[in-house]
DNA sequence: AAGTGGTCTAGACCACGTC
DNA sequence: ACGTGGTCTAGACCACTTT
């Protein structure tokens, strides 16, 4: 490309993006290794230092994971250090904590006006609702309902979820080939009504957070919607500013 | 350094501190620009793209601004557009909002517990409390208390707030030469007491986000502390996760 | 010993802003 | 025309892991 021209683009960048698709198109599954730097280099006709900065971006972006010695990885949320990689809850006194998911529902039905807005379909197309509580340390803390688009999700319902053992991330990643990559998060305080309080155990219009998560996969396509309330008696929601 | 010892940093992890230092030194002061890349490469006696890779990593920090054709700046809370960086209240509709402070009080006191703990002071030791409403559009929406260490913020006080015409940390930085760089903050619900409630114009126990701050300057040195109650009723806190 | 990513260098050229 | 950061290359050597 013209160097010159306002759709200037370096090739590092061109780089990134054929990478992008390579894993897109499920060339390297997640969990597996990519070839290394130096193969990459000559599959794409650039030296290695444009590799490197092209690898290094999308390291950045958790997309891939460098490994000194062993290689680049496709990150997966498979990985136990990652599977809860979006959820900011954090013990008050600093314990560990480990959540476990019960799922409560899990419906098809057409799309919202506000669903459809977010996950970019047409109202009335088909979605996938499902809604569950996460438990940590035996309390109920979290209180979810998620938006899917059904075209993206073929199968997905009660039974395949019940049966899986890991993170709702993992299940779409491996299940349904779909990687979420990053999200975006809206959070609020809420008052319980009485339904969610009776689930999350506490009084009724206990303040709670209110976190809405669109959450993207593959070039910037929206794949989720949900929302959570959260009982924070005990927990905060972590946030880092830089 | 030897390459193989177990303390091995690489060269450009070492240029980094170098430059931070400096900072810290205030030979270069926000705002202004900082020598070219090949400056520091001689000054350094390294090649200009160690000291790349070092600025590389300054700039993705935000204590570095590279500008293209222009040279490589020391960011500043005076920027406009950097002055509420750390805010992460948008509108519920999308539109822009700039907010309006307003002091309520400032005193000088003992630090508590949880302050000094905080801050890395003794208990007792001398800090200031200052409070204050923030504004949107004329709406009351934040209230905050922000606890400082004395010693650092010497001769802060009520009237020397006032005066001040922009945000709190341009304050900090080019009063009291304190510049923050990041921040933790953990985020709950809470009810807002009789108290709180008059100052933001909201029901008593309307639930709010209770934000707790901590803020760091060079060398991960804490230098505040603060907790802010935010009315979210047309407003929410945004966050991005990747 | 061999292969991977990680660091460091030196040099060329481009894009951007200023003079 | 000049100086700045931005990109790209080629090659050397180091650190880490596996064979």
Redesign the interface.
């Given at each position: 490309m013209a160097k010159d021209s306002p759709t200037f683009s370096p090739l590092y960048k061109q780089i990134k993006r054929l990478t992008v698709q390579a894993l897109e198109a499920g060339e390297w599954q997640p969990g597996q290794v990519i070839p290394s730097e130096q193969d990459l280099a000559l599959r794409f006709g650039v030296s290695q230092g444009t590799v490197r900065k092209a690898v290094d971006e999308l390291a950045l972006?958790?997309i891939l994971v460098r490994k000194q010695g062993k290689g680049t990885y496709v990150s997966t949320h498979q990985d136990p250090r990652a599977a809860f990689?979006?959820l900011?809850l954090?013990a008050l006194d600093g314990h560990l904590i480990s959540p476990k998911s019960l799922p409560l529902e899990c419906i098809r039905a057409k799309a919202g006006c506000e669903a459809a807005r977010n996950l970019g379909l047409e109202p009335g197309g088909p979605i996938v609702m499902l809604r569950r509580l996460l438990r940590f340390e035996g309390k109920p803390i979290v209180i979810e309902e998620m938006y899917l688009p059904g075209e993206v999700f073929p199968g997905l319902n009660m039974e395949v979820i019940k049966d899986w053992h890991g993170s709702l991330y993992s299940l779409f990643e491996s299940r349904f080939g779909v990687r979420m990559?990053?999200?975006?998060?809206?959070?609020?305080?809420?008052?319980a009504d009485k339904t969610v309080a009776e689930l999350l155990n506490v009084a009724e219009?206990t303040?709670?957070?209110s976190v809405?998560?669109l959450a993207f996969t593959y070039g910037d396509k929206p794949v989720e919607w949900r929302r959570g309330l959260?009982s924070?008696a005990d927990y905060?929601?972590?946030?880092?500013?830089?």
């Open positions: 972006e958790n990689r979006f900011r954090k990559i990053r999200a975006e998060e809206k959070v609020r305080a809420v008052a219009s303040p709670l957070l809405e998560r959260y924070t905060y929601y972590a946030n880092e500013l830089s």
